[in-house]
C-alpha cells in the first residue's frame, strides 16, 4: 500500500502539468469511489476501503500541489531576475510622477 501512494503522488503531480484543477478533482472522486467499491467488493471493511480512498486522494492531491509550488517557485525566480527596478535616476515625462 505505500507504494500504491507513492505512486498516486506522482500520478498527481504529473496531472498537474496539464490538467485544470476542476477536472482534476472529478477524476481523484472517481479513484476514490472506484477504490472504495472495488476494495469493499474483494472483503474489506467499508471503514478500512473509506481510509484508504482518502489517503489515495491526499496523495492525489499533495503531488498536485507540490508540483503546482514547484511552477510557482520557477516562475518567481524567473520573474525576479526579468523584472528590475527602474532607477530612481530615471525622470519621467509626466509632472505627476
Same mark, same amino acid.
Given at each position: 500500500m505505500p507504494l500504491a501512494?507513492? $505512486?498516486a503522488f $506522482?500520478?498527481?503531480a504529473?496531472?498537474a502539468? %496539464?490538467?485544470?484543477? #476542476?477536472i /482534476?478533482? #472529478? $477524476?481523484v472522486a472517481?479513484v476514490v469511489?472506484?477504490f472504495a467499491?472495488t476494495? =469493499?467488493g474483494l472483503?474489506d471493511?467499508?471503514g478500512?476501503?473509506v481510509l484508504?480512498? #482518502?489517503? +489515495?486522494?491526499?496523495?492525489?492531491?499533495?503531488? +498536485?500541489? /507540490?508540483? =503546482?509550488?514547484? /511552477?510557482y517557485?520557477v +516562475?518567481v %525566480? %524567473?520573474?525576479? %531576475?526579468?523584472?528590475?527596478?527602474?532607477?530612481?535616476? $530615471?525622470t519621467?515625462? +509626466?509632472?505627476?510622477e
Amino acid at each position: 500500500m505505500p507504494l500504491a501512494i507513492v $505512486i498516486a503522488f $506522482i500520478v498527481g503531480a504529473v496531472c498537474a502539468v %496539464r490538467l485544470p484543477v #476542476l477536472i /482534476f478533482t #472529478l $477524476i481523484v472522486a472517481l479513484v476514490v469511489v472506484v477504490f472504495a467499491v472495488t476494495s =469493499h467488493g474483494l472483503g474489506d471493511s467499508i471503514g478500512s476501503s473509506v481510509l484508504w480512498g #482518502l489517503a +489515495y486522494a491526499a496523495a492525489l492531491e499533495a503531488g +498536485y500541489v /507540490f508540483a =503546482h509550488c514547484l /511552477f510557482y517557485m520557477v +516562475y518567481v %525566480r %524567473r520573474s525576479s %531576475r526579468e523584472d528590475k527596478q527602474p532607477s530612481a535616476k $530615471i525622470t519621467s515625462r +509626466y509632472p505627476s510622477e
